[in-house]
Every structure is written in C-alpha cells, then in structure tokens.
C-alpha cells in the first residue's frame, strides 16, 4: 500500500509539473496580446506609451518565460496560485466560485451518459440484428459525429424558443438573489447543458458496451448457463454483468478527460458560469495564472479519474487484486 501511494504521488507530482510548463509555454507562444485583450484595440491606440508600459508591467509582458514560470512555481509552494488578472481577483477565489456550478455539471452529464450508455449498450447486444438494435446503433452513430456546441443552439432553439419549457441560459434565474434561487430553478437551468454535455459519452459506451455484450452472450459459461434453463437475460445478469461492467467502467472514468473539454463549449454555448467559460476567457485574455489553475484542476480531475478505476477494478474484478498484488511481490 505504501509502495502504491508513493507511486501514485510521484506520478501526480509529475503531470502536474508538466502541465503547468505546457500551458506557460503555449501561453507564451500565443500570437494574442494580453494587454491589448484586456483593454481593446481602440483604447489601447489612443493610449500613451508610459501607459501601455505600466500595463505591460503589470501583465508581465516583458519578463522571460523562465523568471515567470520560477516565481508562479514558488508563490505555488506557499500556497498561492497567483492573480488572475482578468478577473482582479486571486486565482483560488475565481476557481473556488466556479468549481461547485461546473462540478455540477460534469458530474450529471458524467452520470447520465455512464447509464444510458451502458444500458442502451446491453439493449442493442441483446437484440443484435433486429430494430432496436439498428435503431440504437443509426442514434449512436450520429451523436458521435455531432458537435456538442451544435446541438447545445439546436436544444436552445427547440426547447427554449420554440418550447418555452427551459430558460435560455445562466445557472440561475436573471435579476433573482442568490439566496431566493430554489433547487428547481438550479435544476432547470441545468437540464439542457448537462443533456448536451452527456452526448459526449453516451454514444462511445453504449458501443462498446454493445460489442462486450455480444461478446460476452456468444462465451461458453452463458451458453452452459442457458442449457441449464436460464433465458438470455437470466444468464447475462447473473454470469456475465461484470464483464460488461469492468470496460464500460474503464471507458466512463477515462471520459472525464472528455466531459470536461466538452464542458467548455457547453458552458459557452448557454452562458453557463463554470470553470469552462473562465478557461476561454484567460485563454482569450493571456491570463497565464488562471489559465494554468484551471489546467491543473483538469489534469486532477483526470489523473483521479483514472486511479479510482484501478480501484475499482479489484471490486468489480477479484482476480485482478490477485494480480496486483503478485505484481506488488514481484518488484
């Protein structure tokens, strides 16, 4: 166990060294100025040249990339993730209140496409041939090639023009205090971002999932399971749910990485408050700080994302805890 924590704290230690040199370094090749982002054009041209240098001083845009990357990298082992200075605001703080509505978010589009997935996966491996599963397969297909900010204005036009049955946009209602904001008003504005967000990986899982459980239908322990007088879906949930768990698990934790890059787009298309749209507005903004905040929550996110699904694989599966441990005994 001590040999797994240290193993996995290097790693982490790791990606999230890179990720922040990665995203430093992209910012710093970034055509865009961020001075000029800040202001605009036209003020910004009929500015004085001691003006545009204070400005450039406080954005420090003409400091190396090293010293900048040395005194972010040493505010961070105090504590300090710097100061976004799109927001005028310290970075945790911007985080901190954009965390929870995204969080939110991700975690209901994360659930709705894990389940629906999985279960129109099982559906159309059982009826393998036959309407429901072309049906399934022809929706899957073409939710695949379908751009979530497409069908986040395609949601919008129908369900909130035409409809009328959810609100264009925001995570609360326009003009209401935050504390006079009911749970169905949050749930309201979060029905049409989380179902386009969960788009994204319903239609992956479901595939898979329909693969697996032709797969695992066409293994000899179910036909002996169906010989002894169980019916196809006796013998799928009794002796071959867990093989259809294990991938399907693997492919809903790995599409964290995905839900969140989704979420981008999402939170743009229907203005929604979240860590996604302050990522567009640092990286359209040259804020350096919070744009590698975000990016290191993002890489958190996924880095746990996949370390639960190696812990969950001993739940689902016990012989792969036997593996690991023999692996353990070997090093």
């Not at 393998?128 to 022809?138: E, Q, T």
């Not at 006079?180 to 008003?185: A, S």
């Not at 991938?247 to 839900?259: D, M």
């Not at 739940?315 to 090093?331: F, I, N, T």
Request: aromatic share 10%; with cysteine; hydrophobic share 55%.
């Amino acid at each position: 166990m001590l040999r797994f924590a240290l193993r996995n704290i290097a790693k982490f230690s790791c990606l999230m060294a890179a990720v922040s040199v990665l995203v430093f370094v992209l910012v710093s090749l970034s055509p865009i100025d961020p001075v000029q982002a800040s202001v605009g054009q036209a003020a910004y041209l009929n500015m004085g040249e001691a003006k545009r240098a204070e400005l450039a001083r406080y954005w420090d845009v003409g400091t190396p990339l090293w010293e900048r990357y040395a005194n972010w990298a040493g505010a961070l082992f105090r504590g300090d993730l710097g100061m976004s200075l799109r927001y005028n605001a310290p970075v945790s703080e911007v985080i901190a209140a954009r965390a929870a509505s995204s969080l939110v978010l991700m975690a209901s589009a994360w659930a709705i496409s894990g389940v629906v997935g999985f279960v129109l996966g099982i559906v159309a491996g059982m009826y393998r041939g036959r309407a429901a599963d072309r049906l399934i397969k022809g929706c899957c297909i073409a939710l695949a090639a379908t751009p979530a900010f497409w069908l986040g204005l395609v949601c919008l036009m129908v369900f909130a023009v035409w409809l009328g049955w959810f609100p264009f946009g925001f995570s609360v209602p326009v003009g209401v205090v935050a504390a006079e904001v009911t749970v169905l008003d949050a749930l309201r504005h979060l029905v049409l971002p989380a179902l386009t967000l969960s788009v994204v990986g319903i239609a992956h899982i479901a595939l898979h999932t329909r693969e697996k459980a032709i797969d695992v239908m066409e293994g000899d322990y179910v036909r002996f399971a169906q010989m002894r007088g169980l019916g196809r879906w006796q013998a799928l949930l009794r002796h071959g749910l867990r093989n259809l768990a294990l991938p399907a698990l693997t492919l809903q934790l790995a599409s964290i990485s995905e839900i969140f890059g989704g979420s981008v787009l999402v939170e743009q298309v229907f203005s929604y408050p979240g860590l996604g749209q302050a990522a567009v507005v640092a990286g359209l903004g040259g804020d350096a700080a919070l744009l590698v905040g975000i990016a290191l929550v993002s890489a958190a996110l996924v880095f746990g994302g996949n370390m639960a699904a190696n812990l969950l694989y001993g739940l689902v599966d016990p012989r792969m805890r036997k593996e690991e441990a023999r692996g353990s005994a070997y090093e």
